[in-house]
């Protein structure tokens, strides 16, 4: 899978406050891009903070451990090290550094107390991440419905993500098409990955409209 241009726009072209959306079926196996390309380029680049929903972001890291080689699992050792880690509903698929657990809610007022004690969590880290990747949100809509999407825009709407970059891996089959529209339209660029590599379905180059 060819996905240079999605790691060079992630390490070139996003400044903090931008929502990255990076669509996926279920049928394409995107492990091996998230836990061996993508994250390790944006471990060295700065902090980086996962959001996991329902232990998606678990059962794809499991995913790759399973293939990787033992010569290179010291390597994935050190990454894990590196990550700290939210849990969004109880998982025991562990990885990383788990600094908060929330339990996912439908009710407008519980889901505003948690973004709230998300952002103030990751404000009180010692060092400000440059990334937060965000794992089983769409698996999160399919259980909850349309009041997670307006949940999501009540929560950035009264408090603004504005000092690290969100990527958000999406499968975009577990959502109906017009919820993936509305988080795509929220999105400041939106990638697509297929079997054979990247589709840039929407993208802001920086300086375009300065």
């Not at 999105?187 to 054979?196: I, W, Y």
Request: with cysteine.
């Amino acid at each position: 899978m060819v996905t240079s241009s999605l790691e060079e726009y992630l390490l070139k072209e996003v400044e903090g406050g931008e929502i990255i959306l990076v669509e996926y079926s279920s049928r394409v196996p995107i492990e091996e891009l998230v836990w061996e390309v993508l994250a390790p380029s944006l471990v060295e680049r700065g902090d980086v903070v996962v959001v996991d929903f329902l232990g998606v972001g678990g059962l794809l890291f499991r995913n790759y451990e399973r293939k990787v080689s033992g010569k290179d699992y010291p390597k994935i050792l050190e990454l894990m090290k590196s990550l700290k880690v939210v849990q969004v509903g109880k998982s025991s698929l562990c990885y990383g550094d788990v600094i908060e657990t929330l339990v996912p809610s439908e009710d407008p007022g519980t889901s505003l107390k948690n973004y709230h004690t998300l952002i103030n969590r990751i404000a009180k880290l010692p060092r400000k991440p440059e990334y937060m990747l965000v794992f089983g949100f769409a698996e999160h809509v399919y259980l909850g419905g349309n009041a997670v999407i307006k949940n999501l825009l009540t929560a950035l709407a009264t408090i603004p993500i504005e000092d690290w970059v969100v990527v958000a891996f999406i499968n975009f089959e577990a959502m109906k098409p017009e919820q993936a529209a509305v988080l795509e339209g929220i999105s400041s660029a939106v990638f697509r990955l297929t079997g054979e590599g990247v589709e840039i379905r929407k993208v802001r180059r920086r300086g375009e409209g300065e």
